[in-house]
């Protein structure tokens, strides 16, 4: 293929090329195992001496052609296909740390990273030291210490739609020789590329927009390689032997920390990405970048008619000028943020369920960032446990909707809207 190409031709060319007589597109390559003939020739592969395909837990060409195709659009060097967006970022943990590690990670994330860093992961010895993606540097750069092992924020954080102060976290990790790690989800690569920014490893939950049809959960772990791991002291396990590899020092390799997570987690855990939802992933990636081009569009659109409506209280949108996100928005994301927002109707929990309930286009669902718009009303669904003081704290007042724009027409949109506010 020709080098350099844009991120829209990427999305539609890169993850495989067939040869003369081949399929035009990947096939659903259906199969647990691949034939050899000979002892030598798996003998290499488990070496990885050679390349090819022995067991769908380790690899499989469906999976792979996604791999490809989204480590391309990432601009990175190797792309993982795990069996969701939560097991792409636990198995980058487990990559990384051991009992007594700890890792630095922004409060504003997705609430299944919240609690796998901040409950589960502590269970098993590694501490999660948590800040607000607003503290300074100075603040965030104290819980670093010489056990921490990476930092991790997402580039628009979901659901408060905060976007990421790259320059701000990628110092304090050069300056400590320490990984960054980036959850790419809700800005896809067409809006953003957190490798150009300081990231070195980035991750996606391709169940969101990458498939884009609400069709196939996955998840994708992007190795950027521009990580120097050689005599590093946070990082043992990559210059030491791994006895469970043959002795293999992933330091050396081209694609130390891919080759690592795919050798030793992905062949001890299993949680890798199936065939089929590779195929439907694909399909769906096609259009990422045709999609996202109207889901920021109709976002602004919808977002500058909230935030003149009479019932509604406030907007959050970094496309709106008093958005506290608007000057990063603009620096990182230029062609937008996504079709992610939050709102508050005036009046309580109350008002809001009779607002959704007359939404006849919009839905509502535990899921965002697909082709149809849908809403979540999270103080009596996903929080519905906390008290109103309590939501206060989390950042989410009882009369928060969270709102997720697709790609339908921005008229029907509105009009939905506007018939259902009318209902409050
Ligand atoms: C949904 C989501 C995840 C989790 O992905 P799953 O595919 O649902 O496991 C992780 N990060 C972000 C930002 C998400 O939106």
Redesign the pocket.
Known sequence: MMSNLQRDTLCVQAGYTPKTGESRIPQICQSTTFFYGDTQQMADLFDLKAEGFFYTRLANPTVEALEKRVAALEGGAYGIGC???????LLTAMTLCRAGDNIVCASE??G??FNLFGTTLPKLGVECRMFDVDDPKEKIASLVDDKTRFIYA?T???PVVAVLDFEKLSSIAKENKLLFIV?N??ATPILCRPGELGANIV??????YIDGHAAA???MIVDIANFDYKGNPRYPDFNTPDESYHGLVYADEKVPFGTKCRAQMIRDTGAIMSPQNAFLTYLGCDTLALRMERHCSNAKKVAAFLNSHPKIEWVRHPSLEHDRYHALAKKYLPMGTGGMMSFGIRGDAHDCARFMEHLKLITQETH??DVRSCVLHPASTTHRQLSDEDLKKAGIPANLVRLSVGIENPDDIIADLTQALAEV
């Open positions: 069996a969701s967006g939560m097991s792409a970022i994330v997705y299944g990273t997402e628009v954080a979901n959850d989800t809700l991750i996606h939950s391709t169940s969101k959960l996955g998840g965002v960032a």
